[in-house]
């Protein structure tokens, strides 16, 4: 197996315009309002950022190429996506922000040429944005999405979509949602579910309350949707009946990984605060910096990015072959989920008082890494998963003809 550990010029550079435009024109918006979205005009501002965005050259780096981006593949993302991250508001202001970029992704995989024209160059152009919609409440899809509980019917030649959907990121202000809804079988089957595409705008379709929950940086927040017979035509099938589910795992891998990048930017902007920090603080006759039990939490910080940039090398390398990267994108994603919070954490100590106030980003940092552990599948479901297929490929093996 050859790994590429450099990236292009072409590549470098574009990493370097990404820092640019985070801190100068990003930074100072996010630090303006605590990192709150909403407070800073949610849809609004992040439509001025991206203007920006564009005229730096940083925009859409992951989209294709016919549709306005600059058709990275996975490992090339890795760096470019991470800088972006730098700033809480740096993914939507380069729109590569969750759901979008996911979402774009599976539409260039999966979709039509017409649902391409209908629904990707929008969202690749930063001109609508759009939501994912498969989790429920119980006993509903969750972590096991075979649990599917939202219907479509046929009916009359269309498609009739009923189920409640909640936890959905960036359901406010959606112009289209992607639905995952069962089309045979019952729930806890595998198998049976089919994607579609569905206009905000479609009859029966409301969007309800927002979840409260700790992160406040994502645009449209989280949100219960309601499907009550909502009806839409073949053309709205993405891919084939009865496929979603293999689709969905055509987003999800890739959409961890693109996740861990940028949040691991986040996490190095926490870093870099405290180790600002602890070289200028003075206690006990030295800078905190010189202090060894600083020491020790600067070198696991740095551990810990370095030991996640290196998983996200394997798992990224995967993905460009053409594998599903299952185990690579679980561990990946674990290990990364949990050290990008001991980061930040760490950081939040580093800086004592100041990390748990606004005036250093820390604190903020912390309330926004914390639920990824939970989000894109939660840790125990991911080590569930690992050890699931490695204890079944030995038994496979055992029970093998001996040659």
Same mark, same amino acid.
């Given at each position: 197996?050859?790994?590429?550990?450099?990236?292009?010029?072409?590549?470098?550079?574009?990493?370097?315009?990404?820092?640019?435009?985070?801190?100068?024109?990003?930074?100072?918006?996010?630090?303006?309002?605590?990192?709150?979205?909403?407070?800073?005009?949610?849809?609004?501002?992040?439509?001025?950022?991206?203007?920006?965005?564009?005229?730096?050259?940083?925009?859409?780096?992951?989209?294709?190429?016919?549709?306005?981006?600059?058709?990275?593949?996975?490992?090339?993302?890795?760096?470019?996506?991470?800088?972006?991250?730098?700033?809480?508001?740096?993914?939507?202001?380069?729109?590569?922000?969750?759901?979008?970029?996911?979402?774009?992704?599976?539409?260039?995989?999966?979709?039509?040429?017409?649902?391409?024209?209908?629904?990707?160059?929008?969202?690749?152009?930063?001109?609508?944005?759009?939501?994912?919609?498969?989790?429920?409440?119980?006993?509903?899809? *969750?972590? =096991?999405? &075979? %649990?599917?509980?939202?219907?479509?019917? @046929?009916? #009359? +030649?269309?498609?009739?979509?009923? !189920?409640?959907?909640?936890?959905?990121? *960036?359901? =406010?202000? &959606? %112009?289209?949602?992607?639905?995952?809804? @069962?089309? #045979? +079988?019952?729930?806890?089957?595998? !198998?049976?579910?089919?994607?579609?595409?569905?206009?905000?705008? &479609? %009859?029966?379709?409301?969007?309800?309350?927002?979840?409260?929950?700790?992160?406040?940086?994502?645009?449209?927040?989280?949100?219960?949707?309601?499907?009550?017979?909502?009806?839409?035509?073949?053309?709205?099938?993405?891919?084939?009946?009865?496929?979603?589910?293999?689709?969905?795992?055509?987003?999800?891998?890739?959409?961890?990984?693109?996740?861990?990048?940028?949040?691991?930017?986040?996490?190095?902007?926490?870093?870099?605060?405290?180790?600002?920090?602890?070289?200028?603080?003075?206690?006990?006759?030295?800078?905190?910096?010189?202090?060894?039990?600083?020491?020790?939490?600067?070198?696991?910080?740095?551990?810990?990015?370095?030991?996640?940039?290196?998983?996200?090398?394997?798992?990224?390398?995967?993905?460009?072959?053409?594998?599903?990267?299952?185990?690579?994108?679980?561990?990946?994603?674990?290990?990364?989920?949990?050290?990008?919070?001991?980061?930040?954490?760490?950081?939040?100590?580093?800086?004592?008082?100041?990390?748990?106030?606004?005036?250093?980003?820390?604190?903020?940092?912390?309330?926004?890494?914390?639920?990824?552990?939970?989000?894109?599948?939660?840790?125990?479901?991911?080590?569930?998963?690992?050890?699931?297929?490695?204890?079944?490929?030995?038994?496979?093996?055992?029970?093998?003809?001996?040659?």
């Amino acid at each position: 197996m050859a790994v590429e550990l450099s990236y292009s010029p072409d590549v470098t550079a574009l990493v370097e315009k990404t820092r640019a435009f985070i801190e100068d024109v990003v930074l100072p918006v996010e630090d303006r309002y605590g990192g709150d979205i909403a407070a800073a005009g949610g849809d609004a501002v992040i439509r001025e950022l991206q203007a920006a965005a564009r005229q730096a050259g940083v925009f859409a780096p992951h989209a294709p190429v016919e549709y306005g981006g600059l058709g990275l593949n996975m490992s090339d993302r890795a760096p470019v996506f991470e800088a972006a991250g730098y700033s809480l508001f740096g993914p939507a202001a380069v729109n590569i922000a969750a759901p979008d970029e996911g979402n774009v992704h599976l539409l260039a995989e999966v979709a039509s040429a017409e649902q391409k024209a209908r629904y990707l160059a929008p969202l690749a152009a930063g001109d609508v944005r759009s939501a994912f919609a498969m989790t429920e409440p119980a006993p509903g899809a *969750g972590s =096991d999405p &075979a %649990a599917l509980t939202t219907k479509a019917e @046929r009916r #009359s +030649g269309d498609w009739y979509i009923t !189920g409640r959907k909640w936890y959905i990121t *960036g359901a =406010d202000g &959606a %112009a289209f949602f992607i639905a995952m809804a @069962r089309t #045979s +079988g019952e729930p806890g089957q595998r !198998g049976g579910a089919t994607m579609f595409l569905v206009p905000a705008d &479609a %009859a029966g379709l409301t969007v309800g309350r927002h979840l409260q929950t700790l992160d406040r940086s994502m645009v449209g927040g989280h949100c219960e949707v309601l499907f009550d017979d909502v009806r839409v035509a073949d053309d709205a099938v993405l891919g084939e009946v009865d496929r979603g589910f293999e689709y969905a795992q055509v987003r999800l891998g890739p959409a961890r990984m693109t996740h861990v990048m940028r949040w691991l930017g986040a996490a190095r902007r926490g870093h870099d605060t405290a180790l600002a920090h602890v070289v200028e603080r003075q206690a006990f006759g030295s800078t905190l910096g010189e202090l060894g039990m600083i020491q020790n939490m600067v070198a696991d910080n740095e551990i810990d990015i370095a030991a996640t940039r290196a998983l996200l090398v394997r798992a990224c390398w995967e993905l460009d072959q053409g594998s599903a990267a299952g185990d690579a994108t679980s561990i990946a994603k674990t290990f990364a989920a949990e050290a990008i919070f001991r980061i930040v954490d760490r950081s939040v100590q580093m800086c004592g008082a100041l990390g748990v106030t606004e005036e250093l980003p820390p604190a903020r940092l912390s309330r926004e890494v914390r639920p990824f552990r939970v989000y894109d599948g939660p840790s125990e479901v991911h080590r569930w998963a690992i050890a699931k297929r490695r204890v079944g490929a030995v038994r496979r093996a055992l029970k093998a003809p001996q040659q």
